[in-house]
């Protein structure tokens, strides 16, 4: 009978730096990326999780989309390459090609309402990030945002 494959989780997640308070309405992939983690420890998996809130005063519209993009690196201790010319800290980015992880779904028009996303990557590389592009047709709530990281390893038992 095979060992079966349990993931060691490192315990609690991180905060990942990534402005998101604020961010502007795009429709054209204007957005944020996230400071890049070097994953020295080499994860082989990180769960990410999102909380984006709507505007705290002003309605949203409906159907619309918070999209979660990977970015990945090369060499963390270099630029030689990043998806979509990324940099390495918290910065406006225009997303063009990064792979999207998935959307966070708005689904009324109300204001002041937070809504969650997590998503799994599976060998994120020796640097990673994420980008986040909205368009809720305004700005995200002023200061009810996140997005958290955890890593895990697997290991054979």
Not at 62 to 80: E, F, I, Q
Request: charged content about 15%; aromatic content about 6%.
């Amino acid at each position: 009978m095979a060992n079966p494959i349990l993931a060691e989780h490192d315990g609690s997640s991180e905060l990942l730096t990534i402005g998101l308070d604020d961010l502007s309405s795009s429709t054209s992939g204007v957005g944020q990326q996230s400071t890049m983690v070097n994953n020295e420890n080499l994860k082989q998996a990180v769960h990410i999780y999102v909380k984006v809130t709507t505007h705290a005063s002003s309605a949203v519209t409906a159907g619309t989309n918070v999209r979660v993009y990977l970015l990945k690196g090369d060499d963390p201790n270099s630029s030689a390459y990043r998806s979509d010319g990324a940099g390495a800290t918290d910065a406006g980015l225009t997303v063009v090609n990064a792979r999207l992880l998935g959307p966070i779904r708005v689904t009324a028009t109300t204001a002041n309402v937070a809504y969650y996303g997590d998503f799994l990557v599976r060998n994120p590389g020796p640097e990673w990030g994420i980008a986040i592009v909205q368009d809720t047709g305004q700005d995200l709530h002023e200061s009810a945002n996140f997005a958290r990281w955890t890593g895990e390893n697997q290991e054979a038992q």
